[in-house]
């Protein structure tokens, strides 16, 4: 089956630098990618994804990267401020058809 | 819009209890999924439906875990008996559709069995 591996599993940033996440997946026949943000007593929330047939994706602060011959993706915050500390998951959707989840890291921008 | 509606929030009970864990999917969805989260394993993937017929129930851990989907608009996960390793936070997410889909997550029922 998928295996996701993040890194790395705690990131600490001063306000306005960029934070970057990266991961890498086992199942080449992957071609969904999707990030989520997960802050404290609250469920992940969809910030981002990726399809296979893309290699950069942006939505403001926020892009995605995605090497398929490599297996590896990245997102990528800018002009980070406090309110993007949380924890943030990458996924993938293997031959499978389902996600299967990164660790996740715990991201804490100080002011 | 509403989004994925979990009930309780917060549930705790005494090991050998009955629990049953609540879930209304995104209207129009026809796809949900159970999921299971701890510090030590993550989030797993417990069961996922499709159109209310359950797809793959290859992550529920033992025979004391039991999920149904009645109708599209309701779906449960029940423990019987509980035990204190079921102690976690358990998530609903539905979708349109599976595999390639984003998938909008409920707030979660954080359990404790005592």
């Known amino acids: 089956g998928e295996n996701v591996e993040q890194h790395p599993s705690t990131l600490s940033v001063q306000e306005g630098d960029s934070a970057v996440i990266k991961c890498t997946y086992s199942?080449?026949?992957?071609?969904?990618f999707p990030w989520y943000k997960q802050e404290l007593g609250k469920g992940p929330q969809l910030i981002i994804d990726?399809?296979?047939?893309?290699g950069e994706k942006k939505d403001q602060r926020i892009a995605v990267t995605l090497n398929k011959t490599a297996k590896h993706f990245s997102l990528h915050i800018t002009e980070t401020q406090p309110e993007d500390s949380a924890v943030y998951f990458c996924a993938a959707t293997g031959s499978a058809r389902q996600l299967t989840f990164g660790s996740g890291t715990q991201l804490t921008v100080l002011p | 819009d509403a989004g994925v509606i979990q009930s309780p929030r917060h549930e705790v009970t005494e090991m050998g209890q009955e629990v049953t864990l609540r879930c209304k999917p995104i209207s129009g969805h026809n796809s949900l999924f159970w999921y299971r989260q701890t510090m030590m394993r993550g989030l797993e993937l417990l069961i996922y439906?499709?159109?209310?017929?359950?797809?793959?129930d290859s992550g529920m851990p033992e025979d004391r875990f039991s999920a149904k989907m009645p109708n599209a608009s309701f779906s449960t996960l029940k423990i019987q008996p509980s035990e204190p390793r079921d102690s976690a936070v358990y998530f609903c997410a539905s979708s349109l559709g599976t595999g390639e889909q984003p998938q909008h997550f409920g707030d979660g029922t954080r359990l404790s069995i005592l």
């Open positions: 439906f499709n159109n209310n017929v359950p797809i793959d």
């Open positions: 990726i399809r296979s047939n893309v």
């Open positions: 199942d080449s026949a992957s071609n969904y």
